[in-house]
């Protein structure tokens, strides 16, 4: 565990064997599917002859992979990838929702909550790091 702490940040974490497809689902495949899908949508939409920003960026580098390799893992965990979709389609209907109708309390509960995912992530991968420096030395 030392080891995975160390190299990547991460602890290893004991899950039952029929949550394990879900839990990948969440926190790998969705996240590299969403980075795909807008990878898609700015090649097929996005403007043309432009540089873009830090956040294109961020999903650029998560969206990077080997296409036949992440094809099939999508098609071997679509059953649970297709739950964490719906959901995702739900947070961006909110998102839809709260930009058709202009309703700023809406929205800012929106970012907030992804903002508060963000710090909570990032505090455990202090507490990760910080583990992995006491195992270390």
Do not use: K
């Amino acid at each position: 565990a030392a080891c995975w702490g160390a190299v990547l940040g991460a602890w290893p974490v004991i899950v039952e064997a029929d949550g394990g497809e879900a839990l990948v689902a969440w926190t790998g495949h969705l996240p590299h599917a969403v980075a795909r899908g807008v990878g898609h949508a700015l090649s097929c939409r996005g403007p043309r002859g432009v540089t873009y920003g830090p956040g294109a960026q961020d999903v650029a580098r998560v969206a990077d992979g080997d296409v036949a390799t992440w094809r099939d893992l999508l098609l071997l965990n679509r059953h649970a990838l297709l739950g964490t979709l719906d959901e995702f389609e739900s947070s961006v209907g909110a998102l839809r929702r709260a930009l058709l109708d202009g309703d700023a309390a809406a929205l800012t509960r929106w970012l907030e909550s992804g903002a508060a995912w963000q710090r909570r992530l990032h505090r455990r991968r202090c507490a990760a790091r910080a583990r992995a420096r006491g195992a270390t030395t």
